[in-house]
């Protein structure tokens, strides 16, 4: 898959209804864009994109009339066919997938399709006002990877009526399915929403950015024993979250690293573990993994002195290590 990549947000379009948890308008763009619009962004981008690949994203993709999904899709495609972009993205929900709606994304040059899973439990789906179940997830993606797609899935740790096993149970089944990426938006609460009242009345508990974490980071691990590349974890930050956008819950501007470093955090204790007896050891992580690895103002550190009190850490990154990380002795 391309990593570089041109977004195009069109918040709530196509959306049948509203979860509980959502706000597109305050996550994403404020407005959706005309067919125009778009190719005006996407010229603009491809000032500082080589070969990109143009993303639609916040909405309900093919939900929206079929001569709309063309119109967007037209555009965007002018690119593909002058050899200035890669290929196009879409984001859809999991009932919203069928052979005409492949058909038609195929003809445009859509190579991905990212599909809104959330969670693999129908209570919580129901909860949440998905309006799906987690049979349509499997169907349709089974249906995107037989005709030929890259399929990305997206997840929801945190949501009402969920708890860590739920939530690690969710990452099971999506990784049973086999897709090409993964997306975990542990839940954050956002102003103007049902969730957000739920929570002001404490009728819902939410997640706090360190909980988000160590429960991400054992999702992460069911994805990566699975060899399926997690291309995100976390809201992307915005001003408007950081400012008050986001009233509770799993947002913090670095939340990737927050889970990063409690998965290096985790590998760490279950090697020291086997070295338990040692007075000094050495922790070392390929080039670019230090600061996750030695976590938030050294939080990692700290954390595994107290976990650790009769052992001296020094922690160093190889050049050249393959492995997320190592611990041997001095």
Request: with cysteine.
């Amino acid at each position: 898959m391309k990593s570089s990549v041109i977004p195009i947000f069109i918040p709530h379009l196509g959306c049948p209804n509203d979860c509980i948890f959502c706000n597109q308008r305050r996550i994403a763009a404020p407005k959706t864009p005309s067919a125009d619009e778009v190719t005006k962004l996407i010229s603009k981008a491809l000032e500082h994109s080589q070969d990109p690949q143009i993303s639609f994203y916040g909405g309900s993709f093919t939900c929206i009339s079929a001569d709309l999904q063309e119109s967007y899709l037209s555009a965007a495609f002018e690119f593909v066919e002058k050899g200035l972009a890669d290929s196009l993205r879409i984001s859809t929900r999991p009932d919203a997938i069928d052979g005409d709606v492949l058909a038609r994304l195929k003809k445009y040059g859509v190579k991905t399709i990212e599909l809104g899973a959330q969670s693999m439990d129908d209570e919580v789906l129901a909860l949440a006002r998905r309006g799906h179940t987690a049979q349509d997830t499997e169907k349709s993606s089974k249906m995107i990877k037989a005709a030929g797609f890259e399929l990305i899935l997206q997840i929801m740790p945190g949501l009402p009526a969920s708890n860590r096993e739920k939530d690690i149970e969710t990452a099971k089944k999506v990784a049973a399915l086999k897709p090409d990426g993964v997306r975990i938006y542990p839940v954050c609460v956002i102003k103007d929403t049902t969730l957000c009242d739920m929570y002001e009345k404490g009728e819902y508990t939410p997640l706090t950015p360190d909980d988000a974490a160590e429960l991400c980071a054992e999702i992460w691990d069911v994805f990566m024993d699975n060899d399926i590349p997690i291309i995100r974890t976390g809201l992307n930050p915005t001003e408007e979250l950081s400012e008050g956008a986001a009233v509770a819950g799993a947002y913090h501007p670095a939340m990737g690293q927050l889970v990063r470093s409690a998965w290096l955090f985790n590998k760490a204790c279950a090697l020291i573990d086997k070295h338990i007896n040692e007075q000094r050891l050495i922790i070392s992580v390929p080039k670019g993994k230090l600061s996750d690895m030695r976590g938030q103002k050294n939080s990692n550190i700290e954390r595994l002195s107290q976990r650790y009190p009769n052992i001296t850490f020094a922690v160093y990154e190889s050049n050249d290590q393959k492995e997320p990380i190592k611990v041997s002795k001095v």
